[in-house]
């Protein structure tokens, strides 16, 4: 049970900095010159969090077979 709290709570956490991210992006694309480095690093990041959240979703939810 404790497992699955803990796992809840990265699930929330992980989805907070995702949408941070989309921030950061909005953001920096706002400044005219940006440094596109920078914000493909910003973009992977966010990618590898999309990924991470739903490896976590899936084993929370279970597969329903209709």
């Known amino acids: 049970m ?3 709290e803990e ?3 990265r699930l929330s956490d992980l989805k907070t900095e995702h949408r ?3 921030d950061v992006i909005a ?3 706002e400044k005219a010159p940006f440094d596109q480095l920078q914000l493909q690093r910003l973009k992977k990041r966010k ?3 999309k990924d991470e959240i ?3 979703e899936s ?3 279970p ?3 209709a």
Do not use: A, C, G
């Open 63 to 65: 597969d329903i077979i």
């Open 2 to 4: 404790q497992d699955l």
């Open 20 to 22: 941070d991210l989309d």
């Open 54 to 56: 739903s490896r976590l």
């Open 47 to 49: 990618l590898m969090l």
């Open 59 to 61: 084993r929370l939810l």
């Open 27 to 29: 953001r920096l694309l």
């Open 7 to 9: 796992m809840k709570r």
